[in-house]
Structure formats: C-alpha cells, structure tokens
C-alpha cells in the first residue's frame, strides 16, 4: 500500500530572529508547518524531518555542535520521529532519504520547510526526478533576499520566483487548498 509522507526541511534555529541567517517569514512557515504535522499525525502518515549540518569547521551557520543547528522546538519532533542529517542541500544527496521512502512504501511527497531557493528547490527537483510526485506548500516554506552583481532581489520577489519555477514539476498549493 503507497502512501504520502511529509518532508520539513532544514527548520532550524539558525533560520529564526536571532539566528546567524534569519530568514523572511520563517515564523509564518513553522506555524503552516505545524498544521501539516498536525494532519499528518491525525492521519497516521508518516513526516520525516531533514537536519542540515555543516561539515565545515566555522561554518557560517548550521555548525556542528551549536543552538543554531538544533530542529526548532516548535516542530512536533518526538524521540521516535523520523530525523535524517544532510550536508548538502539536496536532501537526497548522500543520505538515508530514497532508502527511508522505500521502507514506508511512500509514492508522493508533501514539501515544506527551508531556504525555498536553495535546499526545498533541490530536494524538490530530486523528488520529481524519482517520482515522488512532490507537492510543494507555498506558505510552508521560507527564503531570504539574495544579491548578484550589485542588485538585490527581495525575499518575497525569490520566493514568488521560486514556487513559479516550482510549477513546472510540482504541484504548487497554499496550506489552506492543501487542507480543504
């Protein structure tokens, strides 16, 4: 019997006021995470959470060893949750992910977490290129502002950028379609 899974990815403390790379709307995200949990749980489905750790002695964040890299304590994490490390941001990428998929029977992939640019883009990619038939909540996930050649781009400019470009292999929803 296949079955979806949820993947929240990277929502860490690094990534929350205070943090060494405090991301726009990373507050809202959590909250819209959490109702996802919430029906996951009620549903008996399983969630698997992705931790990224920097291999690199003083990274600029997420360093081994420090608060910033811990799970948010506002997730619904408990001692037997499903909790795979990364360290790149394919979450795909040299870990234990694929393999987890295949022992829970999962098919589709429900998609959240942080940076949407950067780890939920890729990891996304990769669950389209596998077939997980990812979907991907817009208001689930966070980004930040990022810079080129003198030029900013705003967060929620690379965000609007980024779900668009998420269109053409995923399915793309606000938590409120995905809960109706």
Request: charged share 20%.
């Amino acid at each position: 019997m296949s079955q979806t899974a949820l993947l929240v990815i990277d929502v860490q403390n690094d990534y929350f006021p205070q943090g060494k790379m405090e991301l726009f709307c990373a507050e809202q995200a959590l909250k819209h995470i959490n109702r996802l949990e919430d029906l996951f749980i009620k549903r008996e489905q399983p969630i698997i959470y992705i931790q990224h750790i920097a291999n690199q002695p003083n990274a600029t964040f997420f360093e081994a060893g420090t608060q910033g890299v811990a799970l948010h304590s506002g997730l619904r994490v408990k001692i037997d949750s499903i909790v795979i490390e990364k360290h790149y941001p394919n979450s795909f990428f040299q870990t234990t992910l694929k393999a987890e998929l295949e022992r829970l029977n999962v098919d589709k992939l429900v998609i959240s977490g942080m940076m949407t640019h950067m780890c939920v883009d890729a990891t996304s990619r990769a669950a389209a290129e596998f077939a997980y038939q990812p979907t991907i909540i817009a208001d689930a996930t966070a980004t930040r502002q990022l810079s080129y050649s003198g030029k900013t781009v705003e967060a929620e400019d690379v965000q609007t950028a980024c779900l668009s470009a998420f269109q053409m292999f995923s399915q793309v929803v606000s938590i409120e379609d995905y809960l109706k």
